[in-house]
């Protein structure tokens, strides 16, 4: 069953996405049910579909290197702003 959803947005961010939307030959809502269909899933993306920069970067940075990064910027804006 389809349901009518309602979205309020920056105009120039949904001009942005039919933009984009008609490039790919999709629907707007496509590529929105799309994306909430991803959302709900456990399935891992394939690395296939992943844009272009986000695959370079994936992989780099890892889950050690994270551990205390909230603190570390505090103390860094902390530092520069006082």
Do not use: C, Q
Request: overall charge positive; glycine content about 6%; charged content about 40%.
């Amino acid at each position: 069953m389809e349901t009518k959803l309602t979205l309020k947005l920056d105009e120039a961010i949904i001009e942005g996405a039919k933009n984009y939307a008609a490039r790919r030959k999709k629907s707007l809502s496509r590529l929105v049910e799309d994306y909430f269909r991803r959302l709900g899933s456990d399935e891992p993306v394939e690395v296939s579909k992943l844009n272009p920069v986000v695959k370079e970067l994936s992989g780099i940075i890892s889950e050690k290197d994270l551990e205390g990064w909230r603190e570390s910027h505090a103390a860094s804006l902390e530092k520069k702003y006082g």
